[in-house]
């Protein structure tokens, strides 16, 4: 099952909107952020933190290492919202 969404992020005092999507199976899901058309899929790692996982056919990006982080504490609190 996959949910389009909006993502609001707060990065380096500038508002940015990202498109993405969450796909859910079995017990797990996946969030699929769009950055300079490239996604990114953020993930959850064996100690259940999130991590950024570039893939391996994506095409060379110089994505700030901050930015990863600002969409992961978004990410990280939608979830402890709901």
């Given at each position: 099952?996959?949910?389009?969404?909006?993502?609001?992020?707060?990065?380096?005092?500038?508002?940015?909107?990202?498109?993405?999507?969450?796909?859910?199976?079995?017990?797990?899901?996946?969030?699929?952020?769009?950055?300079?058309?490239?996604?990114?899929?953020?993930?959850?790692?064996?100690?259940?933190?999130?991590?950024?996982?570039?893939?391996?056919?994506?095409?060379?990006?110089?994505?700030?290492?901050?930015?990863?982080?600002?969409?992961?504490?978004?990410?990280?609190?939608?979830?402890s919202d709901l």
């Amino acid at each position: 099952m996959e949910h389009y969404f909006d993502l609001p992020v707060r990065y380096k005092n500038e508002d940015l909107i990202f498109r993405g999507r969450l796909h859910a199976f079995a017990y797990d899901y996946k969030f699929y952020i769009d950055i300079n058309n490239q996604e990114i899929i953020f993930e959850n790692d064996a100690a259940g933190s999130l991590r950024a996982v570039i893939p391996y056919n994506a095409k060379k990006l110089e994505i700030d290492q901050e930015l990863l982080i600002s969409i992961i504490d978004v990410l990280k609190n939608l979830h402890s919202d709901l």
